[in-house]
């Protein structure tokens, strides 16, 4: 076995180098090209990479006149794009897409800080929110889950999960890329071969309808459905391959929403409903998702079905903007909200998380939340954000890049910074 | 203060960019994945900060552009998961990667920021002071990210060896 640094070297040696000048030539020509552009009233004109306290302030009041003079473009996009040209085989969604858009919310900035969680975790953590718990885990197993004000720990799975679902008092189940597990006396088990054989790897995520208590799993390209007693696939086969089913996720009354993209196609992505009478996915509406920023579903505690989208009126395509919207599962009403972080420093996250009414998200060390009128922004040092999930009773948890494996509860001082 | 809107390169600039070139694409070649040039991504690196004030503005250009390579990859590196996860679903193929030796392979296997404080204290021999200050992070956790990349590494070697033995 050879030397690290022997191997190091060796993978060195064997990436091209083209070379500066073709370097320099290319950043010429993009930041020429750049230049045609900034005369469009969005977030290019920071003046300086490490000066947000000094931009901030006028750059969101640039952003939400912006938003205030493109607010008909993102809706003109929103609706484009082709609705029957790859629709599903399925009957006509009942909601209507009737769009309604707020205008730019008004920003205060407030003092915070962070506090660890009282919880041992490793490498690669991840949230889910399901039902009124928070779900932790890391790259090794360890889970936890959090409500009213606990954190509790869960027993170590063998492998790290991609997702975990369920709720504190009732059934938990779990997805490891392999694995759907269950907990049940205290441990975690998986479900008989007879049955579970059919699920497909990579498993890429599960959710349990708290009313039916039937759990959901994706599997390969289909939809799976475990009603305690037989699992099978609910989806017809070949039903989400036209896009690609990539989250699903279970509302109050028992409806499954799902997001799918295409990575061939990603101006493709749909929001889509699974109908049980037809075993289809009904098509509702174009999501617009980019290669950079997918389009991301999320159902609330209270229920709500939030979207995530990339900003249309970003030029060029900027993934530290979006645009959310709320959809009225009830009346079919579609709100969007036009948000802007403001830019990055170097490069931005995309994991927004909505609470409820509420909307939360971070961009470096920055986090912001949008509750449909006020966007709060926050500064609480420690380091670079990396994760975050938000409690069903509103509490903010963070996790931090590079600089530790816990953590963090969002503790806001309420006073605004002027 | 840096203009708002960069158009173009300065002398002192490009100066700089030819001065740090060899010693950002070896570590960007060491850190980045097999399918992402190494090229490519110094160029995303320098032009995210190029585009809003010049290299001159900043007091260790080197380390701030290892610390903006180091970032883009974190994000790249979540993207890639989601398409992993997407391409799985599509019954498709992923598109082959170049083929390099097992010991080679065995680093790609690495997070990039595995790859970076491997790099840095193998091959450039930087103290844990100022790899903490390229990642963003204190002495203690570069410390702590090398011992589990080596340990890691370890683990993949092992298992290759009993695979082999099996």
Sequence with gaps: MRRLDEALSDLVAKRRAAGPDHLIDALRRRLAGEAEVVALPVRHDMDTIRTRSRWRGPLIATAALAAALLIALPLLWLEGGDETSRADQAPAPTTTTAPTTTVAPTTTVLSSHLEPAPLQLGDEIGFSQSGDTLWVWDGDGRVAGYRDGVWQALPQLADGPVDVAGTMDGPVWAVTRWNLWHLEDGDWRTLPEEVAGDLEPELGGVEVDRATGIVWVLSGADLYRWDGVEMSQASQAGSSREGILD???VAGDGTIWGARGNPYFPWEDRLARFDE??????????????????ASITITPGGNLWVRLPDPAALPPDPTGFVGAYLDTATGEWTTYRLSLGGGDVVADDEVIWADDEVVWWQQSDLFRFDGETMAVFSPGGGMLDNLGVGSD?????????????VYRLVIDEEPIE | MASATRSDLCDADEALIRELYPSLHRFAAAVCPSEVEPDDLLQEALYQVLRRGGLGDIPYPGAYLRRTVSNLLAKHWRSASRRRRAWSRTGATEPTQPEYPSDVADLLQLQPRARAVLYMRAIEGRPFTEIAEVLGCTEVAARGLEARARRKLRSVLEEEAHDATA
């Design chain 1, 247 to 249: 989250q699903i996720v």
């Design chain 1, 277 to 294: 009478g037809t075993s289809a996915w009904v098509s509702v509406r174009p999501l617009g998702g980019t290669k950079d920023l997918p």
């Design chain 1, 394 to 406: 509103g509490t903010v948890w963070v996790t931090i890049r590079y600089e530790s494996n816990g």
